[in-house]
C-alpha cells in the first residue's frame, strides 16, 4: 500500500506565498519523477511542475520564476514553494508521483488534493 499525503493549502491574498508538501508512504523501493497538478473548477487538471529523482525540473509557463519545486529524497517528499500568487492560480493541487514498488513494478499515484484560493 502506498499513500500519498499533502499538505500546506489554504487561502492567501494576491502577492502572497504558501508551501505545499506532499510525502509518500508505504512499499516503496524508489521515487521517479514527482509533480505538482492543479485542476481549477470547469477546467482541466494541468501539470504545474515536475521533478526528477536526479533534480531536473520543468514548469508551466504560468508559474515560471513564481513557482520552486524541490524534493527530499531520503524523506519520500516533495514540495511546491509558490510565491507572488495571482487570483488566476486558485485551485485544488494535487502531488503526483511515479513509485517503483517493492515487488519491482511502476505505478503513478495521486495525493488526495489540497485548496489553495488567492483573494485579489
Known amino acids: 500500500q502506498v499513500q500519498l499525503v499533502e499538505s500546506g493549502g489554504g487561502l492567501v491574498q494576491a502577492g502572497g506565498s504558501l508551501r505545499l508538501s506532499c510525502a509518500a508512504s508505504?512499499?516503496?523501493?524508489?521515487?521517479?519523477?514527482m509533480g505538482w497538478y492543479r485542476q481549477a473548477p470547469g477546467k482541466q487538471r494541468e501539470l504545474v511542475a515536475a521533478?526528477?529523482?536526479?533534480?531536473?525540473?520543468n514548469y508551466a509557463d504560468s508559474v515560471k520564476g513564481r513557482f520552486t519545486i524541490s524534493r527530499d529524497n531520503a524523506k519520500n517528499t516533495e514540495y511546491l514553494q509558490m510565491d507572488s500568487l495571482k487570483p488566476e492560480d486558485t485551485a485544488v493541487y494535487y502531488c503526483?508521483?511515479?513509485?517503483?514498488?517493492?515487488?519491482?513494478?511502476?505505478?503513478?499515484?495521486w495525493g488526495q488534493g489540497t485548496q489553495v484560493t488567492v483573494s485579489s
Open positions: 503526483n508521483a511515479a513509485i517503483l514498488r517493492l515487488m519491482g513494478v511502476t505505478y503513478h499515484y
Open positions: 521533478i526528477t529523482s536526479g533534480g531536473s525540473t
Open positions: 508505504g512499499s516503496i523501493r524508489s521515487i521517479s519523477t
